[in-house]
């Protein structure tokens, strides 16, 4: 069994920040790419923002330059840290992994419970 838990979310002021981490534990042979998607109400989720296991990182245009993601392979864990937040950054934020669970298993995706991001303007 693998789990994804999401942690740091908040009620947070426009302009202001918010770290999230997201932390994988069960049976993981290898994490490939860890990644945090966010659902708005009544909208799609949507990509925000993707590292690899070699720590290569790409973003969302709509976060880029606010939006820093980082992992700790040790740890197994994944961090969003969020700044100059804006009202339109107001979603349930969900971290996603591409994993092994055991060698020469095949990967497969993961996805944690999300955690509730709001910013007031």
């Known amino acids: 069994q693998v789990q994804l838990v999401e942690s740091g979310g908040g009620l947070v002021q426009a302009g202001g920040s918010l770290r999230l981490s997201c932390a994988a534990s069960?049976?993981?042979?290898?994490?490939?790419?860890r990644g945090w998607y966010r659902q708005a109400p009544g909208k799609q989720r949507e990509w925000v923002a993707t590292i690899t296991n070699g720590g290569s990182t790409s973003y969302a245009d709509s976060v880029k330059g606010r939006f820093t993601i980082s992992r700790d392979n040790a740890m197994n864990t994944v961090y969003l840290q969020m700044n100059s937040l804006k009202p339109e950054d107001t979603a349930v934020y969900y971290c996603?992994?591409?994993?092994?669970?055991?060698?020469?298993?095949?990967?497969?995706?993961?996805w944690g419970q999300g955690t509730q991001v709001t910013v007031s303007s």
């Open positions: 069960g049976s993981i042979f290898s994490i490939n790419v």
């Open positions: 996603n992994a591409d994993l092994q669970q055991r060698a020469g298993m095949r990967s497969r995706n993961y």
